[in-house]
């Protein structure tokens, strides 16, 4: 299909990898426009803009959709679809009517559940048993468009939104091909009223760790904000970032270090601190890190 690709971050990257090898002719790609990062501050390219250079694909990155010359330009594009995950910009009724078959979008939840901006962070959070891929006939609402095609995966116990990230990139890849492929079969299915949640963006307010919720809580918290925002505790005036755990035994004070392996009391059970990262360090093992910050048995945190 002659194919339009608005994406921006590393979750679309995979899916455009997946249709070029398919074959479909992707004439343009929209993304976001490169944005100050580093140490230096400098400008730097989303993952997909770099990939679309590599390929040869044409980029572009308005700022919005408010300007009609750049409905006008989409539009000329005379595409037969536009793929969208993880764009980053509101669509209007225009762009999303342009493509001959409209815009198909690649939601990284079992919609209804967990519409919105951050379904990877919510539903690990939420201790959700399974979560998945939509792919959706785009709308004007946020993600209520009818889905085309689902895959689903159980979420275990030791996935961070990193690994659980990975995941539904390649399902959604894979998914987007099949639904693309079998198209004029496919039979949209409105979603159900039922059972809506919304995934708001993570506020970096909820990253601190509050040792007196239960170990289930602290450790989906930590889980699920790994690797950004990162869940996060003070210790003797340092922050730190704690970006794997594990439920642990024990029980103590809430806050207080139970062993000399940085397994953590809170208000019911325990958890095992598994990777941190010090402010202006790497993030380390938990043996590595306890070799330059020691936090012996009886601190509280």
Known sequence: MRTVFMGTPDFSVPVLEALVTAGHEVVAIYCQPPRPAGRGNKERPSPVQLLAERLGLPVHHPVNFQDPAEIKSFADLNADIAV??????ILPQAVLDAPKLGCLNIHASLLPRWRGAAPIHRSIMAGDAQTGVCIMQMEKGLDTGPVLLCDETDILATDTTAVLHDRLSDMGANLIVQALDELPNLTAVVQAEEGVTYAAKIDKAEAKIDWSKSATEVDRLIRGLSPFPGAWFEVDGQRVKVLNSAIADGQG????????ALTVACGDGAVQLLRLQRAGKGAMDVRDFLRGMPLPEGKRL
Request: aromatic fraction near 8%; hydrophobic fraction near 50%; proline fraction near 0%.
């Open 253 to 260: 004070t809430a806050g207080t270090v139970l062993d000399d």
């Open 84 to 89: 969208v995950v993880a764009y980053g910009l």
